[in-house]
Every structure is written in structure tokens, then in C-alpha cells.
């Protein structure tokens, strides 16, 4: 793959979808200290940049294959650029959704293909969607368009890098870019590499799905155990054979490297980005700022003075999901905290707790007995917002001091998949 693969796409993107903004931020610009600029693909007309790749891999295949249709499994995002450009094309797709993608998303995605588009929703995570529609593919002979691993994807998704350049009138010093998959991150080293090779490119994973630094750490794309599917959009289990060499070349190279931020943070970032600058972004349209602004984030070391453009990939977020992000950045900040208390089954047992443990800027948000039953006492998990993080060694402090036996649930807790 080449630049003039990237300039292609652009080519045929042209007229299809206008520019996406690029904007200074001023809070990070003043929070770090150099000249923060986002570029606002969140205001595409799938919200997303999704539709780069979508469009430009169905838009280059022949009439005889466009006939048997397009398949393709997404969490919701790519799955919207598909339905774009095949409602555009005149070309019928099946789209694969696991269960976990928003509701949001996928009325989007109904909504964007019309009639031309089928939804189907299957499994828990992107995986299982990917494997149901790979036999589809071979069981109908449709074509399957990857959301990330494909040469034509990735030229598409290196349209974005093109494009910002462009509006600023030159090259960043530092580009921060979400990774998934890795098709974004993929494609716009291919297009630096040849063009702008002074440009430093920081990709963010999130924490609970980082599978390019597990496939650079094997020397090979590797199944990742786990995968916390709250960044829904780069939730991704397994790197692509297409991306990772790309990505493996470009830190060999010292022109990319990778960190990794937990959801926590992401969702500290999705409230500041919705609260002090008035977006709405997804989880992974979070990534690249809240990396910025993450206390362990050391790798990105951006110098005073340089331009830095974070890529806001996306602004597909339900609002009911607020709730649980809300949640989350508590329980990151150190201000939400929960705890078994076993507490004296007698009148005042628990007015005693309030008035001997809580301060006076501490609230309870959460008080459910865990088992009722005839002893003496009996557990209850008690979730406690604190006025200031700071405020936890006290109130830990009062709590060896009271009467009822107190044991805290820490974040890392098994217990705590049940809270968030």
C-alpha cells in the first residue's frame, strides 16, 4: 500500500461526504500546555469515519460482484458507513451486529440503509458478528467488507490523516489516533510514511482490548483472553494481518508507538468533552483526548508549543448509556466507592453507620440489603460518593472505628461487574 492508494480513495470520496472539521480545543490546549486541535469526524453523516472505508472498498467492486451483495459484521460504527454507501451504490448488504451494540447504533444503521440493508444480531462480541458473517460470504458468495482488514479499508481511513492536513495548512508535530482493528492507525501510516514522515503518531488503545500491543508483543496478531466491550468501537479481540505489519513497521521505525487508557479515564474524557466543549462523543471517539489528559499517558511527552491533532473518531453514543459513564468516571476519580457492611439487625443500626462513618460531604448512592435472613446481622452493599477523593483515607479511617464490620469492594473486584 502507497500514498497515492490514500489520495484514490480520497478521489472517489469526493462529493460523496463533505470535510469534517478541524477545530482547536481550548481546554486542552491550555490543559498541556501546546496548540490542541480535534478533528471532528463525529460530524460525518454517519457520525463516524467509518464510511471512508466502507465506501471506497464497495465502491471499486465490479457490477457482476456488486450484484451478490456485501456482508459485513461491525460494532456499529462501520456497520453505518456500509449501510451509507450501499444505500448510495444501490448495493444490498446483510450487516452482522453483536447483542452488545447499542440500541442507538443500530437503529442508525436501519435507518442509513433503507431497504437495501438487512440487520442482524448475533453473539456477544465484534468476533462473534465477524464469524457468522464470514459464512455468510461463503454460503451466499456475497463479498465480505471488513471493518479494518482490508488493503481498500485502510486507503479509505487514510483519507482522514489527507484531509486534516489540508485544513491546517501543514503537518502536526503529533497525531493521536484510536485504535480498534487498526485500520485508522494503518492507514495513516501509510500515508505519513511517503509524505510527512516527520509527523509522530500516537495510537490509543483502550485497556481492556489492547490487541495491536498484544500482537506487537507476540510478533504476530494474537487472540486477546478478555475484552472489556465498553469502548464498543474498538472492542476488537484480534489485530488484522493487514494493519499489524503496517503498525509493526511503523514502531520499528520510531515514527508511531502505542499506550493504552483505561475505561475509566475514557469516561472522565466523554463527561469534559460533553460538558466544558458541548460534544457528544462514543467511547472511542474518546481515546485520543483522553489520552492527552491521562496522568499515566507518559509516552505521549508532547513538547510546550507543538501542534497536536487528536482524531475524534466517532459520536455514536446512546444516551442511555450516560448512566454507566457517569459511574465509571466516579469510580476512576476515587469518588465513588462501595462497600459490605454487616450491619446489627436492631432499630438505629443504621442511623449510627450515618452518623458515625459518613462526612459531611459524603452521600450514600446505593444501599441493598445482599441477604436477609434471621441472625444477628445481615450484609448490605452500601455505595458512598465522596465530596473530594481525597476524603477515602478518613472515611476508611472511621469505618475500622465503628461497630458493624466493613469490607470494601475494590475496583478490581470480580464483584464489581455486577456495579458497572
Known sequence: MTADDVDAAANR????????????????????????????????????????????????????????????????????GVAYACARLGVRARVYLPRTTPRQKRDRVAFLGGDVVEVRVVGDTYDDAAKSAVEDTRRTGATLVPAFDDPRTVAGQGTVVRELISQLGRAPDVLVVPVGGGGLLAGTLVYLRERHPEVRVVGVEPAGAACMAAALAAGRPVDLETVDPFVDGAAVRRAGEVTYPITRDGVRAGAATLTAVGEGMVCVEMLELYQSDG??????????TAALVDRAGTELDVPPGSTVVCLLSGGNNDVSRYAEVVERALVHEGRKHYFLVDFPQEPGALRRFLDDVLGPDDDITLFEYVKRNNRETGPALVGIELGRPEDLDALLQRMRLAPPHIE???????????LL
Not at 481546554?27 to 490542541?36: C, D, E, P, W, Y
Not at 460534544?279 to 485520543?288: F, M, Q, S, V
Open 279 to 288: 460534544i457528544i462523543a462514543e467511547p472511542a471517539g474518546a481515546l485520543a
Open 13 to 80: 470520496l469526493r462529493g460523496v461526504i463533505p470535510a469534517s472539521p478541524l477545530e482547536r480545543n481550548p481546554r486542552l490546549t491550555r490543559r498541556i500546555g501546546a496548540q490542541v486541535w480535534l478533528k471532528r469526524e463525529d460530524l460525518l453523516p454517519v457520525r463516524s469515519y467509518k464510511i471512508r472505508g466502507a465506501y471506497n472498498l464497495i465502491s471499486q467492486l465490479d457490477p457482476a460482484t456488486r450484484g451478490n451483495g456485501v456482508v459485513c459484521a461491525s460494532a456499529g460504527n462501520h456497520a453505518q
Open 408 to 418: 470494601r469492594v475494590p475496583p478490581n473486584s470480580p464483584l464489581f461487574r455486577f
